[in-house]
């Protein structure tokens, strides 16, 4: 790699890099974890509007399908949450629909497509925390 970078750019501009880092290509293992991560900073905006957040196995998975690019890496995701996920729930909550304690239900529709749902709470949990994030097969 060292050989193409020296190829490529000019000594001047290498003699100020700090140092080279090279990535490799993510596994699906780690893009969904990836998604995890958004999904928890999720639930933890919506806790703070005392909404919990449920989300399948499969939703994750296929955000993480949809989302991924192996040429810009994990960059793509967020992106895709904002477009896919939060604008919906965003919509749903300034239509009303979710009172205190409620639910966003996140899941793959019959179309194989990614949708979010607000259900009304089964019991409202005190004190709200990360903890009911629930991830559902």
């Known amino acids: 790699v060292m050989g193409a970078l020296k190829e490529f750019f000019k000594p001047e501009f290498l003699n100020r890099l700090d140092e080279t880092i ?15 991560l958004q999904v928890d900073m999720l639930a933890k905006r919506l806790l703070e509007k005392e909404i919990v957040l449920e989300v399948t196995d499969e939703a994750v998975s296929l955000i ?10 994990a960059r793509p995701i967020k992106r895709y949450m904002q ?10 909550m300034l239509s009303k629909k979710f009172a205190k304690g409620g639910i966003a239900r996140i899941f793959v529709n019959k179309k194989g497509d990614i949708e979010v749902e607000a259900h009304k709470p089964k019991k409202i949990p005190s004190p709200l925390s990360t903890k009911d994030v629930v991830l559902k097969k």
């Open 83 to 92: 477009t896919h996920i939060l604008n919906s729930v965003a919509s749903l």
């Open 22 to 36: 090279i990535f490799d290509v993510l596994a699906k293992e780690e893009i969904k974890q990836i998604v995890g």
């Open 64 to 73: 993480g399908d949809k989302s991924y690019d192996p040429h810009y890496g």
